[in-house]
């Protein structure tokens, strides 16, 4: 599987982007799906997680309320909706494919990896 993430870019803060995660491959539909981000002088941290058919999604509590992340198995993306963006959501974003887990649970076998897409939130 080949990821390619897009929808990056400068937004004020209460503004909105769009992420989307186009995967090449006939198989996208079999993986769970994550959103992480890593800023500035930080540590990748996962964000979001979508199970395989969509049915189960998990955030963390910082972006809990605002980021929705959505996925369209016949167009083979996944989707990340930012709202209410704050500078401190300002990192590089990244998708990735969980091979064995459910997106967001222990197991989870972050395998495949998109390229990133910056995002920058100005106060």
């Known amino acids: ?8 870019g400068l937004v004020q803060a209460g503004g909105s982007l769009r992420l989307s995660c186009a995967a090449s491959g006939r198989t996208f539909s079999s ?13 990748r941290e996962q964000i979001a997680g979508i199970s395989w058919n969509g049915g189960s999604t998990y955030y963390t509590d910082s972006v809990k309320g605002r980021f929705t992340i959505s ?15 704050k500078p401190e959501d300002t990192a590089v974003y990244y998708c990735a494919a969980d091979l064995r887990g459910t997106g967001f649970s222990p197991d989870s076998l ?3 990896w998109g390229q990133g897409t910056l995002v920058t939130v100005s106060s």
Not at 1 to 8: D, I, K, T, Y
Not at 71 to 85: A, E, I, P
């Open 1 to 8: 599987v080949q990821l390619q993430a897009s929808g990056g």
């Open 31 to 43: 993986y769970a799906m994550g959103w992480f981000r890593r800023a500035p002088a930080k540590e």
């Open 71 to 85: 996925r369209d198995n016949f167009k083979n993306t996944m989707y990340l909706q930012m709202n209410n963006l």
């Open 110 to 112: 972050w395998s495949y």
